[in-house]
C-alpha cells in the first residue's frame, strides 16, 4: 500500500531544514559520510556479497546472535531486516552523530564491509517471535496493550495527527510493499524504510523514545520518522512496541 500521508510527513518533517545537503547521488559512499543530513530520498540501492558478510559478523554475534536475533533486550534483531536499511544505519552510526555501543564496532568497518555484512544479515530469515509484551520475555502478555498497538500500527490515531505505521512499515510490517520496485524515475524511496516485524520490545521502545525526544536527526528518513515520534506518548510506544515484538515470521 502507497502511504498516502507521505507527501504531507515530508514536507512537514522536512521543513525548515534547509539546506539538505545531497551527498548520496551516484554511488560514491565517501561523499555521503559527510554532508549535513544524508539524504536518503533518492539513494541508489546497495549490493553486498553475503558470503563475505557472513565471514565477517563474527564479531557482531555477541550481540545481535549467530543468526541476526539480539542476544539481550536492547540488541535489535538485524536478521531478514532490509539490506539498504541496516547499510544506511551502519552509515549513520560511521558518522558518529549518535554514540552507541556500535559506535567502536562501526569504526573498523570499511564501506564494502558494512554493504557486505548488510546482505548477509538480509539474508537471514526473521528471528522467531518471543512472548511476552514487555522488556522480558516473562512477562505476561497483556491482551488489551497488544490490541492498542495493533489499532495503532494499522490505523494510526487521527486525533493525535498519528499516521498508521503500516502506510510506511508495510502491513505485515516487512517494510513497504513494492519497496523493490523502481518508479518511472528508476528510483526506490522505500527501499531504506525499516522491517519492524518481532523486532525486540525493549529496542522498539527506546528507538521510539529517541525518535520522541527528538534525539535523532543524521538523515531524512530521521526527519520523516521524528515527526511521527513527537506525537507518541509513553503509552502509544509501549503498546505498538509489544505488538510489534509479539508477531512471528509468517
Ligand atoms: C556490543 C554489542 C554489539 C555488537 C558487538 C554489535 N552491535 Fe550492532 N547494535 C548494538 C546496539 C546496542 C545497537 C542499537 C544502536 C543504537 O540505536 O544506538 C545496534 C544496532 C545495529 C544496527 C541497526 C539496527 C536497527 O534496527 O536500527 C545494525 C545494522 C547493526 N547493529 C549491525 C551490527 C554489525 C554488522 C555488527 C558486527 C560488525 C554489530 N552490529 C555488532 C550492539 C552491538
Ligand atoms: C511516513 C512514513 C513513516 C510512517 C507513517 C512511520 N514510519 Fe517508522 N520509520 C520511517 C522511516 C523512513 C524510518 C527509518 C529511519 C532511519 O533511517 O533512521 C523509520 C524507522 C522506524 C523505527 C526504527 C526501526 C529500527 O530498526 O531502527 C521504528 C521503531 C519505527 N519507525 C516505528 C514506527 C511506528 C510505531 C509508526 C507508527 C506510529 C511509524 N514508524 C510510522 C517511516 C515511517
Known sequence: MKCPLLPLVLAGGL???????????????????????LD??????ISGDAAAG???????????????????????????????????????????RHLSPMTPLVST???????????YYAS???????????DTPAEPVDAALLER???????????KGIPPCQGCHGADARGMRDADVADRNGRTPYATFPVL?????AYLQSKLAEYRE??????????????????????????VSSWLASLGED
Open 15 to 37: 521543513a525548515g531544514l534547509a539546506p539538505v545537503a545531497s551527498g548520496a547521488d551516484g554511488d560514491a559512499p565517501a561523499a555521503t559520510l559527510h554532508p549535513r543530513y
Open 40 to 45: 536518503l530520498r533518492a539513494v541508489p540501492r
Open 54 to 96: 557472513k565471514r565477517k559478523s563474527q564479531v557482531c554475534g555477541a550481540c545481535h546472535g549467530d543468526d541476526g536475533s539480539g542476544t539481550a533486550p536492547p540488541f535489535p534483531n538485524i536478521g531478514g531486516q532490509r539490506a539498504d536499511f541496516a547499510y544506511w544505519q551502519l552509515v549513520e552510526l560511521k558518522r558518529g
Open 109 to 119: 568497518l570499511d564501506d564494502q564491509d558494512m554493504r557486505d555484512l548488510a546482505a
Open 124 to 134: 537471514l530469515p526473521l528471528p522467531a517471535a518471543r512472548a511476552g509484551t514487555g
Open 149 to 159: 498497538g495493533r489499532a495503532l500500527y494499522l490505523h494510526g490515531d487521527a486525533a
Open 197 to 201: 516485524r518481532g523486532q525486540q520490545a
Open 214 to 239: 527528538g534525539d535523532l536527526h543524521d538523515s531524512t528518513s530521521d526527519f520523516i520518522m521524528g515527526g511521527i515520534g513527537r506525537r507518541l506518548d509513553a503509552d502509544s510506544i509501549q503498546a
